[in-house]
């Protein structure tokens, strides 16, 4: 069993007026031998879409028969660019989506109702 964690410098962006906040997206790929866990952490917004979209192409060649399970628990928010890139994650290795809480699960659902609908 391997373990890798990527841990990226938080994003500071700036909200309506003086507000700011921080978006941060954890992402730690366990790689066993019949299945790929991928745990997402945080928010699914502006560089994190594309550094999860990087991880996953670097991930899906390791994929062959094993099952690739993505636990959105930790998921706080994903923009619609986030979305899409779990969207295509979803439709091209039919994963195992772990959602326990209403957002993981809502969002779950977006993710798998729309690869619905498109068949």
């Not at 990527?6 to 031998?33: A, F, H, Y």
């Not at 890139?85 to 977006?110: C, G, M, N, T």
Request: aromatic residues 8%; glycine residues 6%; proline residues 3%.
């Amino acid at each position: 069993m391997s373990w890798l964690t990527l841990w990226r410098m938080p994003c500071i962006s700036v909200w309506r007026g003086s507000r700011t906040g921080q978006d941060t997206l954890k992402i730690t790929i366990q790689n066993e031998d019949k299945e790929i866990g991928m745990t997402l952490e945080g928010r699914v917004v502006g560089p994190w879409v594309a550094e999860l979209s990087r991880v996953w192409v670097d991930t899906a060649p390791q994929l062959g028969n094993k099952v690739l399970s993505i636990d959105l628990q930790n998921v706080t928010y994903a923009d619609a660019a986030g979305k899409q890139v779990l969207r295509d994650i979803f439709a091209q290795s039919h994963a195992k989506l772990v959602a326990i809480s209403p957002w993981a699960k809502y969002l779950a659902e977006e993710i798998t109702q729309s690869q619905a609908q498109a068949h």
